[in-house]
């Protein structure tokens, strides 16, 4: 197919050879479309109209490029200062939501086709022809830039914080406690050498001023029996102990006293039976007991003792191991100042 008329003197086609066999053209005919020349572009010609003839070409078919707009955004806008003597200080900003734009429009002043000479290369072309390798040509876009940039903060606001300290002392709580002691200011009386300062010491009176406990106690009056007068205390013990107590005033702390007492034990010779006494959790004194129950022969017992106050309890404790079943005469029990 040929895209331009060629003249008569290229119309030389002998034909070709194969061997023997000569081919030779007999009979040809060509047609064309009547709407259309037959004149085309071919591939070839849009390298050369690019590089000679992209002016005429955008010319001659009156082509205008599309428009491209690149927007370009300021996201951070100006900076503002704010200064503030506060104890604390906050700043809030609120930026605008308008952006100002603006935009670069690009003006193409478009030559007509008249304004541009047909390069002398295409005088020979169809306007079909020239129209379509044209086409292949004048392509591309223009560039307009928009500059978007956000606007200076147009409302600042400053907030003031003050600081709220709270700091927590240790407090050490004094509490002043008074305490009022009566004191018995009435001075001690000298005790009297040799005043027995026991109540009811032979237990005339039965158990009054005297408690017991433990296995049992028994106030007991028989003259016969009794060590002085007729009186006397029967203390059981063996299976416990048992103690016999009392309590002593009006003692001089530091003072010298003699504690005795008379005592007849029935402990069927049982060993280590005894007879200890206290004053108060003091030791005075631990007396072994004999059998003397039997013809009431009463033992008698003494301990020098040192009061520590003025009050003061005085313990008689019986006990024996082994235990078993014994009985003592408790009698004439003396407490008195040397």
């Not at 050369?48 to 300021?74: D, N, R, W």
């Not at 002392?169 to 001690?188: F, G």
């Amino acid at each position: 197919m040929y895209t331009q008329a060629w003249g008569a003197s290229y119309a030389k086609n002998a034909g070709q050879w194969r061997g023997q066999d000569h081919y030779t053209i007999g009979l040809s005919y060509i047609s064309s479309n009547a709407t259309i020349s037959g004149d085309v572009s071919c591939p070839s010609d849009v390298p050369y109209l690019s590089a000679s003839g992209a002016a005429f070409c955008s010319a001659y078919i009156a082509y205008t490029p599309p428009t491209t707009t690149v927007s370009t955004q300021t996201v951070t806008p100006a900076v503002s200062t704010v200064l503030s003597t506060q104890i604390s200080l906050q700043t809030d900003t609120i930026y605008s939501t308008e952006l100002q734009t603006s935009v670069q429009t690009a003006t193409l002043t478009r030559q007509l086709r008249r304004d541009i000479q047909t390069p002398a290369s295409l005088s020979t072309w169809s306007p079909s022809r020239i129209s379509a390798a044209c086409s292949a040509v004048a392509t591309g876009t223009n560039t307009a830039t928009a500059t978007e940039t956000a606007a200076t903060p147009y409302t600042t606001i400053v907030t003031t914080q003050v600081q709220s300290l709270t700091q927590t002392i240790p407090t050490t709580l004094i509490v002043q406690t008074t305490t009022t002691t009566t004191l018995d200011l009435a001075p001690i009386p000298t005790p009297v050498v040799g005043l027995n300062i026991i109540q009811n010491p032979s237990f005339e009176n039965g158990q009054t001023s005297w408690s017991c406990s433990g296995q049992g106690c028994r106030s007991w009056s028989y003259q016969p029996a009794a060590q002085a007068g007729s009186g006397y205390l029967i203390v059981e013990f063996g299976q416990s102990s048992s103690t016999v107590s009392q309590p002593l005033t009006n003692l001089k702390p530091g003072a010298s006293y003699t504690l005795s007492f008379y005592n007849a034990a029935q402990t069927y010779n049982t060993p280590n039976c005894n007879i200890q006494a206290y004053l108060d959790s003091t030791l005075l004194t631990t007396a072994k007991l004999v059998d003397g129950y039997n013809g009431y022969h009463y033992a008698y017992t003494s301990a020098k003792v040192t009061p520590t106050a003025t009050k003061q309890t005085l313990n008689l404790v019986m006990s024996c191991n082994p235990t078993g079943n014994q009985f003592l005469f408790l009698d004439n029990v003396q407490f008195y100042a040397n």
